[in-house]
């Protein structure tokens, strides 16, 4: 799921700045290189974010977002004597014990590190396939990767856009000008 998600996030960023780009009332003109870019820093953020919002839920709501993982080493400074922060290595752990009672898991419970890492680092993955197509598409003017990247961007024609934008401006006008009449009153 993350790395559709990674994948999805980083459509959507590139989406956001490729409107900006063709958008002629407003002065932008993006690079695709800078625009991989903020694609990929976009779907790294939601995912990040999302990660915070599993990460809460298990604080607030004690649920299990950030599923646990049974490993048997762990690498720690806080178990060094000598408090260097040298990393101390338990290995070949079996079992654990909390308060006296075994818990039986076969290996020292990690809780949720390992899961978030992993997550992010699938979207990871698909943010920099996107970002990697979205280059490209860009750059050869969709011969590449046209098919996929263009059924994910949304294509707003120019007239509409424009159309819209002034639409959006004479309604401002009509808005500030009944302002003023109030005032006047």
Not at 12 to 30: A, D, P
Not at 94 to 114: A, C, F, H, K, P
Request: include cysteine; hydrophobic fraction near 40%.
């Amino acid at each position: 799921m993350h790395t559709i998600n990674g994948f999805l996030c980083a459509a959507i960023g590139f989406s956001l700045v490729e409107i900006l780009n063709r958008e002629k009332n407003v002065k932008v003109n993006m690079s695709p290189l800078f625009m991989a870019v903020v694609a990929f820093c976009f779907s790294m953020t939601i995912g990040v974010l999302w990660e915070f919002v599993e990460f809460g839920s298990d604080m607030l709501l004690h649920s299990d977002m950030q599923k646990d993982t049974v490993i048997h080493e762990i690498y720690s400074v806080s178990l060094d004597p000598t408090n260097s922060n040298i990393p101390i290595a338990l290995k070949d752990i079996t079992d654990v014990t909390v308060n006296g009672q075994s818990l039986e898991l076969g290996g020292y419970l990690d809780i949720g590190l390992r899961d978030t890492m992993k997550d992010l680092g699938v979207n990871f993955i698909g943010a920099v396939v996107f970002s990697v197509m979205g280059f490209f598409y860009m750059n050869t003017q969709g011969e590449v990767t046209g098919k996929i990247v263009e059924s994910l961007v949304p294509s707003v024609p120019e007239q509409d856009v424009s159309e819209q934008y002034e639409a959006s401006k004479e309604e401002e006008d009509r808005r500030r000008s009944r302002k003023r009449k109030k005032r006047k009153q």
